[in-house]
């Protein structure tokens, strides 16, 4: 895991940064001829409230880069020894995932509440950086808001120019523009447009998560814990950390305040009920696993078009890695796409774990035990 400044070395956190920059320059310059902040209360309040918006974006930006999500200590293990049974085991870690915790391969850690990695800031949302990250997402679409309404009206002005010198009442804000500034206008524009939709998408998604407290993988720990128990007639699943929302809201206020391993359990619940489904969910997913043998090589190339056509034109919408394989290699494949497959090699490999990857259904068959190797 890089340190915290070495995050900003990352195409993410450079794209972010050129992002801001670019619709700060668009307003500041546009602000100045639309409606010039020295010559009216009216300017100068759209100014300031713009760059307001505009440096907590930054500052919330960096504190969730700088910050970090927070790590499982290596090593860790409960109190307890009878809870070891309750927990899942990290070989990478070397000791047991705290309640809450995943590992994420990117970071190479077990991060505090996980709720995603963000390229964007190049590190996990956790327990230590979640709060910085959801008021960076808040900022940004307040911010990208405002500056999409008066770009927009710029631009209207700048390209009816000409009719508002003729025709107009002599009062209109002229905007003047170069190729260079219009074309960049326009891009700040689509990129102030692209943010509210698409961030502001996934600043609602948080702010259900934060009413329910539940992170992203939670989420979706608890649709499996749905199906799961519907299918073998077992009792709802109750999430053991949700307080309600008003008490949900003050442990996202007041998170640094927790270790980020010992959490507030909900009424009738249990420490490890969570972590306890999810090792139910982990043997179901084995049962249902198939085992592959490769029949032809894969490089491990990512768009395999000469060997591969059909699995190259329909690739998983995925940044997880792909798995090379050599004929002979055994596989033990958990998730499937029409013309991949996600899995574990069984063979050639030293460690705990074998390399897990995605790999094309066209190279590999399934494997019959009853066949002599």
Not at 100 to 113: A, E, F, I, Q, T
Not at 131 to 150: E, I, P, Q, T
Not at 175 to 189: D, F, G, K
Not at 197 to 221: C, D, H, P
Request: charged share 20%; aromatic share 12%.
């Amino acid at each position: 895991m890089p340190g915290p400044f070495k995050r900003l070395l990352h195409w993410g956190p450079i794209a972010v940064l050129c992002i801001i920059k670019l619709i700060t320059w668009a307003m500041v310059h546009m602000i100045g001829m639309w409606w010039p902040p020295t010559n009216s209360v009216g300017g100068a309040l759209h100014a300031a409230t713009f760059l307001t918006l505009a440096v907590s974006t930054l500052y919330y930006f960096l504190q969730a880069l700088l910050v970090g999500p927070g790590f499982v200590p290596h090593g860790w293990g409960p109190k307890c020894e009878i809870d070891e049974k309750k927990l899942q085991f990290c070989s990478i870690c070397n000791g047991f995932k705290a309640p809450r915790s995943h590992h994420c391969k990117k970071c190479g850690h077990c991060v505090l509440k996980m709720d995603h990695h963000c390229p964007w800031i190049n590190c996990c949302v956790g327990h230590l950086n979640h709060k910085y990250f959801v008021y960076f997402l808040l900022s940004a679409v307040l911010g990208c808001l405002h500056a999409s309404v008066v770009l927009i009206i710029c631009l209207y002005h700048a390209v009816h120019r000409f009719w508002y010198i003729q025709y107009g009442r002599g009062d209109e804000p002229i905007i003047y523009v170069t190729l260079t500034t219009l074309l960049l206008t326009l891009l700040a524009t689509g990129m102030a447009v692209g943010v509210v939709l698409a961030v502001g998408a996934l600043f609602y998604l948080q702010i259900r998560g934060i009413l329910n407290n539940r992170t992203t993988i939670e989420e979706w720990i608890i649709e499996k814990a749905v199906c799961r128990r519907q299918e073998q007639g077992l009792p709802p699943f109750q999430f053991p950390y949700d307080l309600g929302y008003k008490e949900n809201l003050r442990l996202f206020r007041d998170g640094e305040k927790y270790d980020g391993i010992n959490w507030i359990i909900a009424e009738g619940c249990g420490e490890y009920d969570l972590t306890v489904e999810q090792k139910a969910q982990k043997v179901e997913k084995l049962e249902r696993s198939r085992v592959y043998v490769a029949r032809a090589a894969y490089s491990g190339r990512w768009v395999p078009l000469c060997a591969y056509t059909r699995a190259a034109l329909a690739p998983p919408c995925s940044d997880e890695p792909r798995l090379p394989l050599v004929s002979g290699d055994t596989i033990r494949a958990t998730r499937r796409r029409r013309h991949w497959l996600f899995g574990e090699r069984l063979t050639r490999f030293t460690g705990p774990k074998g390399p897990r990857g995605w790999f094309p259904r066209e190279c590999v068959a399934p494997y019959d035990k009853n066949k002599p190797d």
